[in-house]
């Protein structure tokens, strides 16, 4: 009797773990189906990266302290962002914009509003982008000021931040954004000193005041319509 009550507990202890097996094997056919199905789903719909372009611009001001090495700036940029996907919504989740000149930042980073583009859609900011006394290296002044004696400053409008892609309830992860847009802008192809001995005197070292970018014989205040400059995009992991 004894013998056959151990029978009857090991097969009722197979059996237990027969049947958590089975399970264990549905769930894992079950995940692998729905993982199966949601990478297929997203092959064919495969999103594809939204696009920025750059409107227009307004400069207020461009002023660089040559005594002190600060660089004050002050524009407006109107950007775009649409979604090129029929079936993919784009989610930004967390968005800045900032200027670089000559690989250095020189406004301060301004948040835009969080913004969901559906299929097709397009979005619209306008933001304002200052900076105020930046310090510069010395080795730099020359080549602001040749920039400006050419008449051509280039700046970049770099937009940061993270998306989210969404298919009808479901959102992905969150991708990286990054967005670079050169502005182009024409100057009147010199400096003005203010306070100064000339337009040479102020990059130069021999007046020792402060030098200003004259954009069409107007200091500041100059917009530069119809851009619609394409930028760079890059979204990754």
Same mark, same amino acid.
């Given at each position: 009797?004894?013998?056959?009550?151990?029978?009857?507990?090991?097969?009722?202890?197979?059996?237990?773990?027969?049947?958590?097996?089975?399970?264990?094997?549905?769930?894992?056919?079950?995940?692998?189906?729905?993982?199966?199905?949601?990478?297929?789903?997203?092959?064919?719909?495969?999103?594809?990266?939204?696009?920025?372009?750059?409107?227009?611009?307004?400069?207020?001001?461009?002023?660089?302290?040559?005594?002190?090495?600060?660089?004050?700036?002050?524009?407006?940029?109107?950007?775009?962002?649409?979604?090129?996907?029929?079936?993919?919504?784009?989610?930004?989740?967390?968005?800045?914009?900032?200027?670089?000149?000559?690989?250095?930042?020189?406004?301060?980073?301004?948040?835009?509003?969080?913004?969901?583009?559906?299929?097709?859609?397009?979005?619209?900011?306008?933001?304002?982008?200052?900076?105020?006394?930046?310090?510069?290296?010395?080795?730099?002044?020359? =080549?602001?000021?040749?920039?400006?004696?050419? &008449?051509?400053?280039?700046?970049? #409008?770099? +937009?940061? /931040?993270?998306? *989210?892609?969404?298919?009808?309830?479901?959102?992905?992860?969150?991708?990286?954004?990054?967005?670079?847009?050169?502005?182009?802008?024409?100057?009147?192809?010199?400096?003005?000193?203010?306070?100064?001995? =000339?337009?040479?005197?102020?990059?130069?070292? &021999?007046?020792?005041?402060?030098? #200003?970018? +004259?954009? /069409?014989?107007? *200091?500041?205040?100059?917009?530069?319509?119809?851009?619609?400059?394409?930028?760079?995009?890059?979204?990754?992991?």
């Amino acid at each position: 009797m004894k013998d056959g009550r151990g029978s009857h507990k090991l097969s009722h202890v197979i059996a237990d773990m027969s049947a958590a097996k089975s399970y264990t094997l549905i769930a894992l056919a079950v995940v692998t189906i729905l993982s199966l199905a949601i990478l297929a789903t997203w092959l064919v719909l495969l999103p594809q990266k939204p696009t920025f372009a750059l409107q227009d611009a307004t400069l207020y001001a461009f002023k660089l302290t040559n005594s002190n090495l600060f660089l004050t700036t002050t524009f407006q940029v109107t950007l775009s962002s649409r979604n090129p996907n029929r079936r993919v919504g784009v989610d930004y989740t967390r968005l800045g914009v900032y200027a670089t000149y000559r690989n250095q930042q020189i406004t301060n980073s301004t948040v835009l509003p969080q913004s969901y583009l559906g299929t097709k859609d397009m979005t619209v900011w306008s933001p304002f982008l200052s900076g105020v006394d930046v310090a510069i290296s010395p080795n730099w002044v020359e =080549g602001v000021r040749l920039d400006v004696e050419a &008449g051509d400053v280039i700046v970049d #409008v770099k +937009v940061y /931040g993270r998306l *989210r892609w969404k298919v009808g309830s479901w959102l992905s992860g969150t991708y990286h954004l990054a967005v670079n847009c050169p502005v182009y802008l024409k100057m009147a192809g010199r400096a003005a000193e203010e306070g100064g001995n =000339g337009a040479g005197a102020g990059a130069g070292g &021999g007046g020792g005041g402060d030098w #200003v970018a +004259v954009i /069409g014989g107007v *200091r500041g205040g100059v917009r530069y319509d119809e851009l619609d400059q394409g930028c760079n995009v890059v979204v990754s992991t």
